[in-house]
């Protein structure tokens, strides 16, 4: 009887550090990643919240999505959107995904390849905006994601220039393609240069010195050529810039970023 007791009383003093224990602990990972955030690390706190992740058993529960939401938003903040936008794409897929991930995934498409030309990120833009749609209105914020969607799809986007009326006005005038997209220094350069070649091609040919004739003919091809394809290149960046710019006039109008760490930023 004395050592039931015994054993009964011990287990009854550890019984408070099993409860109580692991909770703390948990609560120690969560405050040591949101300390790693708030100071930038966030490469170390993706760590210490999937530790947290590890820690809470019901991977269902609303701790569980918030952990997940919040190494979202570390690799937004570490540059990382590549990798934010994959865990995204899974999460909504998830029936008892929060409306919050849609809203980060928008987000992550908008910027996941904003350093490329805009033609080629339509793909992205289409898809940020069909994310954007799946948020109920009753989300926080979300009046500023439907206004930014509306004043998206009543745009029209112009194209100032056409990249083939460039190629062809520098086929027939060297460099006045380039002059038809604004850039005249670089049209008057490729003017200069490609008639000096055809000219100098022409008097070594009239003095009958073919391969000087053949030299000078070359470089003027080549030239020619060049302006041609810089007078279209000059278009399509043209096109992209505005494309860009208007993108980037519709974000700053409705806020529509994640800025870590910033209490002014709505997401």
């Not at 998830?94 to 992550?108: F, R």
């Not at 500023?144 to 194209?159: I, M």
């Not at 049209?187 to 240069?193: K, S």
């Amino acid at each position: 009887m004395e050592r039931f007791l015994c054993v009964f009383s011990v287990v009854v003093c550890l019984l408070p550090f099993n409860l109580f224990g692991e909770p703390a602990s948990h609560q120690k990972t969560w405050g040591y990643a949101e300390s790693l955030y708030q100071e930038g690390e966030y490469f170390r706190a993706i760590t210490e919240f999937k530790r947290a992740l590890y820690q809470e058993q019901n991977p269902k529960s609303p701790l569980a999505w918030s952990a997940r939401l919040w190494i979202i938003k570390s690799y937004l903040a570490g540059g990382e959107g590549k990798k934010a936008s994959k865990l995204l794409a899974v999460a909504v897929q998830e029936p008892e995904a929060p409306p919050v991930y849609w809203v980060y995934l928008g987000i992550a498409r908008l910027d996941r390849h904003k350093l490329q030309p805009f033609s080629l990120r339509t793909k992205d833009i289409k898809q940020a905006i069909a994310a954007f749609k799946k948020v109920p209105p009753t989300e926080a914020n979300a009046i500023y994601l439907h206004d930014f969607v509306e004043d998206w799809e009543q745009s029209t986007l112009e194209t100032p220039y056409y990249p083939s009326l460039a190629g062809g006005l520098s086929a027939v005038i060297p460099g006045a393609g380039s002059g038809y997209t604004g850039r005249w220094v670089e049209g008057a350069y490729a003017f200069l240069i490609t008639t000096l070649f055809s000219a100098a091609a022409l008097q070594t040919s009239q003095a009958h010195q073919p391969a000087l004739a053949t030299l000078f003919g070359s470089f003027g091809l080549a030239f020619y050529g060049g302006n041609i394809y810089a007078a279209v290149n000059s278009a399509h960046k043209s096109n992209d810039l505005v494309g860009t710019k208007h993108l980037q006039t519709l974000r700053q109008k409705h806020g529509i970023f994640f800025t870590p760490n910033q209490p002014v930023s709505r997401f």
